[in-house]
Nanobody
């Protein structure tokens, strides 16, 4: 398993942007697909985006398509989530996670970070 640490969350106004980062430990980072999930207060954790180990394949939830971009730098053992045109409904704790293959299913992700809070409010 890998250890994951998210950063980059904060308070942003509607329409603004943030970039989240997730740093991973270990020498096998490129063998893992990586995903971003989010959990709003009182709601279940839901899929946001995922990227294959090579970075060549990505998947997005419909709610973020065209606004969010997932990417990774395997040389830096880091995955990113660029969030543009943020809306109040994007407010949540955002988690990164690792899986053996690219998927949107939470159950396949075995390693999770501690989360970073994103708040979209004027």
């Amino acid at each position: 398993q890998v250890q994951l640490v998210e950063s980059g969350g904060g308070l942003v106004q509607p329409g603004g942007s943030l970039r989240l980062s997730c740093a991973a430990s270990g020498r096998t980072f490129s063998s893992y697909a990586m995903g971003w999930f989010r959990q709003a207060p009182g709601k279940e954790r839901v899929f946001v985006a995922a990227i294959s180990g090579s970075g060549g394949v990505t998947r997005y939830a419909d709610s973020v398509k065209g606004r969010f971009t997932i990417s990774r730098d395997n040389a830096k053992n880091t995955v990113y989530l660029q969030m543009n045109s943020l809306k109040p409904e994007d407010t949540a704790v955002y988690y990164c996670a690792a899986a053996p293959f690219i998927t949107a299913m939470t159950s396949y992700f075995g390693s999770w970070g501690q989360g970073t809070q994103v708040t979209v409010s004027s």
